[in-house]
């Protein structure tokens, strides 16, 4: 008797207008699962992030559905990038959430890397229909980190200018003398919209029934993991996982995050709070 072959994983591209009237571009990956994640990247990424992808991957591998977009702004998404720019990626968030729901899915969790985790706490800290939170490297306090990409003197001259253009270059991981360049304009109103986003305030409105796992590294050095020790400290139903020698890329690591993400999703309803490394 031949034996039974699972459905392969289809993954289409699906576009979903946010609240602004922009199209957000997305790929998801079906494996028919009523349940599906949502995916979102950091800062200046997109949805083609190897983190993003990978860990798409990994859910299809557990008969989960996933979803990773590009904020408007970014990658395959109509709308200009902009500095600061949380509560709009909020916004967009809600949008496919709802896109989702009104499908008959049930959203199984929401995921942000970097800049994304804050975005899902936040959406966590205003909405209360997410049963899993996941904040893989986010950043606890926003007036950190601002000096790296714009210089000491930032407010002085954007109080001047009205804005800053910020151009730095990278070198890109794995890949042996190859740099990669990242040009933004920073305006006034996205830099004061960063500087008055309270991560500490939004987390104490995070719901109870809400389990929220905080991942890092302890090499991560764009975003210090005592970050997430303090995420630990003031969410309600939190577990913490560091990972040893792990960066802000998880260069080496895609395999321990995918690992720690899925036992976290199958079976968050046993969270409970403490940490593990």
């Given amino acids: 008797m031949a034996m039974a ?45 190897n983190t993003m992808v990978n860990l798409a991957a990994a859910l299809e591998n557990g008969g989960f559905s996933a979803f990773r977009v590009d904020f408007a702004g970014n990658g395959e998404s109509e709308g200009s990038f902009q500095y600061g720019n949380y509560w709009r990626e909020v916004d967009d968030l809600r949008s496919v959430i709802q896109h989702f729901s009104e499908a008959n899915r049930t959203i199984r ?25 996941v ?31 910020v151009k730095f270059t990278y070198q890109k ?5 190859k740099t990669g360049s990242v040009n933004f ?5 996205g830099l004061l919209e960063r500087l008055s986003t309270d991560m500490h305030e939004a987390c104490l409105h995070i719901s109870k029934e809400c389990w929220v796992l905080t991942v890092h590294g302890t090499e991560d050095q764009i975003i210090s993991s005592s970050d997430a020790v303090k995420f630990s400290k003031i969410i309600p139903n939190h577990k913490l996982h560091i990972i040893e020698g792990c960066d802000h890329g998880y260069a080496h690591y895609q395999g321990d995050l995918a690992s720690v993400v899925l036992d976290f999703i199958k079976g968050a309803s046993s969270a409970q709070q403490g940490s593990t490394s």
């Fill in 185 to 189: 304009r920073v305006t006034e109103e």
């Fill in 109 to 133: 969790a929401i995921l942000g890397h970097s800049k994304g985790g804050n975005v899902v706490l936040l959406y966590a800290s205003k909405y209360h229909d997410i049963s899993r939170v």
């Fill in 5 to 49: 072959t699972q459905n392969p994983v289809v993954q289409k591209k699906v576009v979903i207008p946010n609240k602004y009237g922009e199209k957000l571009v997305g790929i998801l990956h079906e494996t028919e699962s009523p349940d599906i994640v949502i995916l979102c990247h950091g800062f200046h990424s997109s949805k083609e992030y």
């Fill in 135 to 165: 904040n893989v490297s986010g950043r606890y306090d926003l007036t950190e980190g601002i000096v790296e990409h714009l210089g000491k003197d930032f407010m002085q001259r954007i109080k001047e200018d009205g804005f800053i253009d």
């Fill in 173 to 177: 991981k794995d890949v042996e003398n």
